[in-house]
């Protein structure tokens, strides 16, 4: 949504239900049949565990049976590797890459997939202004959007029988985000690096920004942002297999924002795109890759929202590209999604102040008192899902010099939940609120609305991250995920279940849209802290563990979108070639 400035103008919302989901069945460009076997179906999810169908248990064997996907193994479990992906993670961390100003990082890593992890510019699909080819969704809050995607090209698109949506073949998305929370305003070009603090890993966690200045141990890295070896990098570099062993074994805590949250994941999906290049791994459908900007703060999903086509007015996904399944590689694996509106008023004062009319702090006090008063739907209805909001800031400008007269007031409100219907309705009703307590203010001095002598509204900002309650159904992504898991033996086992709780990640766009997501961490730490704060921190695990989260992530990828084995024979992808969508694509 662009940035709206006209006073007291909100935008219009529409609300979807899943009903309205919309399949390309005879709709797509190219209708000539795809094959005749049976796909896997969605099943149930019994007692926190999802029911496996029996085709893509085989294929999981399969595909870490296979050669090619053995020798991927071998190679990520070499020290060189583990030194290559610990050096990667460190000098990308580095830069600098606050929500929506993602570019530097996005530059960069564009450099390393055409310089140094063998991609083709045809093979690099988004660009350093921003624009993404097929999407009709370019700008999100009036800003560019600085993807960072590469392509594994499928065989499927050359298949006689092949389907296309508007001539879009079939892709399964595989992202991390690129950006932070913390610095939250881009540094100067001058210094675009962020500083790597070192400290013992049994001293106490800095609380200060002095604090951490203070500390003189740091990584050091050349005029190109290669990391220079030296005592400070071989006492980083070092990993535990526990925080026992970081305590004893004189363990480095590794400062800098971003850190876990999500280089450590995001870096390790590059380095698995870089395998899956250099050892030419085919799969059928095509496979994209990609760092995504904007997933914290006012951020906004902006990366995914381009993606998938995500319209917030209008609350749909037109799903451009035909994007079959979801792998999100930052999470634990939740399967419910918290949605969210929020909304950044700013009351300004009267254009011609008089002494004893209308002010913006009492109108921004008007609309609190207003909202507080709103009973949400779990409030009213003891069957509706939990929702709530809250008043997350308000504060207020100060006086020019010589005057008493608040210029503005700006008013931060949240509003979450994990249906659509429920957060809309909560928001249905705090919405006119915010006009509301405009027109008491100013109803008070009996001022007319937009006069010179009256208190005006902005909106200022507006987010959405729309909202999926997944129920007992196991999608195609969480049984390919859920058994790799337990086919490479990481993070899943006979006791796991499948969380319960809601998170709110990349993955809210593509469930919202009725796309199949599912989510994991690749990183592997022994500790960390200070998640979104400017204290940031994290002590390296072992390598190993990494590398069986990256062969998950293969493994699952390729049982959705098929994988043509060393043996010459074909795993079938696991979805249909038409992707799911909310409305057709503009």
């Known amino acids: 949504m662009k940035r709206r400035n006209s006073r007291a103008s909100l935008p219009v919302f529409y609300s979807v239900s899943t009903a309205l989901l919309l399949t390309a069945c005879g709709g797509s460009d190219d209708d000539s049949g795809g094959g005749s076997t049976p796909l896997p179906a969605p099943t149930a999810i019994v007692n926190g565990v999802p029911e496996i169908d029996p085709a893509i248990a085989e294929a999981s064997k399969k595909l870490n049976a296979d050669k090619t996907i053995l020798d991927i193994v071998s190679e990520l ?4 590797t583990a030194k290559v992906s610990f050096d990667q ?8 890459s606050p929500s929506r100003y993602e570019y530097r990082m996005a530059g960069e890593v564009h450099r390393r997939m055409a310089d140094e992890w063998g991609f083709s510019r045809g093979e690099i699909k988004t660009s350093a202004d921003g624009n993404l080819p097929g999407t009709d969704v370019q700008l999100v809050d009036g800003l560019p959007v600085y993807n960072a995607c590469v392509e594994i090209k499928g065989t499927y698109s050359s298949s006689p029988d092949a389907q296309s949506y508007k001539g879009q073949y079939p892709k399964v998305l595989v992202e991390s985000h690129i950006d932070v929370v913390n610095p939250e305003v881009l540094p100067p070009d001058s210094n675009p690096f962020q500083p790597i603090k070192l400290q ?9 920004p002095s604090q951490l200045n203070a500390i003189s141990s740091e990584l050091s890295f050349d005029a190109s942002g290669r990391i ?3 005592a400070n990098y071989e006492w980083a570099s070092r990993w535990f297999a526990s925080q026992d062993a970081a305590k004893t074994g004189g363990a480095a805590r590794i400062y800098v924002p971003g850190y876990t949250d999500a280089m450590g994941n995001t870096s390790a999906l590059f380095t698995l795109a870089r395998m899956f290049k250099k050892h030419n791994i085919k799969p059928v459908y095509d496979v994209w890759i990609c760092g995504t900007a904007g997933e914290e703060g006012k951020g906004n999903l902006a990366g995914m929202k381009q993606l998938y086509g995500f319209d917030q007015n209008l609350g749909t996904g037109s799903n451009p590209l035909n994007f079959v399944a979801n792998f999100g590689n930052e999470g634990g694996g939740a399967i419910n999604f918290t949605g969210s509106h929020r909304f950044e008023m700013k009351y300004k004062a009267p254009a011609n102040p008089g002494d004893g009319g209308p002010s913006a702090v009492e109108a921004m006090a008007s609309a609190i008192a ?4 709103v009973k949400t739907p779990s409030e009213q209805r003891p069957d509706a899902l939990k929702t ?4 997350g800031q308000a504060f207020c400008e100060e006086p020019a010099p010589g005057s008493t007269v608040i210029p503005s007031c700006t008013l931060l409100v949240d509003m979450r939940s994990e249906r659509t219907d429920t957060l809309n309705e909560v928001r249905d009703s705090i919405q006119p609120l915010f006009q509301a307590g405009l027109a008491a203010e100013n109803a008070r001095y009996g001022k007319q609305e937009n006069a010179s002598d009256a208190v005006t509204m902005d909106l200022v900002w507006y987010g959405l991250r729309p909202a999926f309650v997944n129920g007992d159904k196991a999608n195609i992504a969480l049984q390919a995920g859920w058994q790799a898991g337990m086919t490479v033996g990481v993070d899943v086992d006979k006791d796991s279940k499948v969380p319960t709780g809601s998170s709110s990640l990349n993955d809210n766009v593509p469930a919202n849209t009725g796309v199949p997501t599912y989510n994991w961490g690749l990183a592997s730490n022994v500790a960390g802290g200070g998640t979104h704060a400017f204290w940031e921190w994290g002590t390296r695990g072992d390598p190993k563990r990494q590398n069986l989260r990256i062969q998950r992530a293969m493994t699952a990828v390729l049982i959705t979108a098929g994988y043509n084995l060393s043996d010459g024979t074909v795993i079938q992808p696991s979805v249909g070639p038409i992707g799911v969508r909310t409305r057709e694509l503009n």
């Open 77 to 80: 479990n070499t020290d060189a």
């Open 89 to 96: 993670h460190m000098e990308l961390v580095r830069i600098a």
């Open 200 to 208: 013992p890993f049994n001293d106490p966690v800095v609380t200060a």
């Open 228 to 230: 220079i070896e030296d």
């Open 370 to 373: 207003q909202i507080a008063d």
């Open 388 to 391: 709530t909001y809250t008043v």
